[in-house]
């Protein structure tokens, strides 16, 4: 343990950090109840872009975003953005 301690006490000098992983379990909970669902994601590549969409969601909430009006925001603004951004 006092190999340890100063990770142990890293929550009493960054109020930030939990004490606890308590929402990182309850948070990926939805995950591991439909894990069955997502047996059939069709593809390697669909798995993927499910995880991609999970992060996003994950991301968004961590940050106080509600993630449906922040997708709702990016897909209606989507169409008017230029298909290539970058300038060669």
């Given at each position: 343990?006092?190999?340890r301690w100063p990770a142990f006490t890293q929550f009493l000098?960054?109020?930030?950090?939990?004490?606890?992983?308590?929402?990182?379990?309850?948070?990926?909970?939805?995950?591991?109840?439909?894990?069955?669902?997502?047996?059939?994601?069709?593809?390697?590549?669909?798995?993927?872009?499910?995880?991609?969409?999970?992060?996003?969601?994950?991301?968004?909430?961590?940050?106080?975003?509600?993630?449906?009006?922040?997708?709702?925001?990016?897909l209606a603004r989507i169409a008017d953005h230029p298909a290539?951004?970058?300038?060669?």
């Open positions: 343990m006092f190999k000098q960054d109020c930030r950090v939990c004490l606890t992983n308590n929402a990182a379990e309850r948070a990926l909970r939805g995950i591991a109840l439909g894990r069955k669902s997502w047996l059939f994601a069709g593809s390697d590549r669909g798995g993927q872009r499910a995880a991609f969409m999970y992060s996003l969601i994950a991301t968004a909430k961590l940050n106080d975003v509600d993630p449906q009006a922040w997708l709702a925001d990016v290539t951004s970058w300038t060669t």
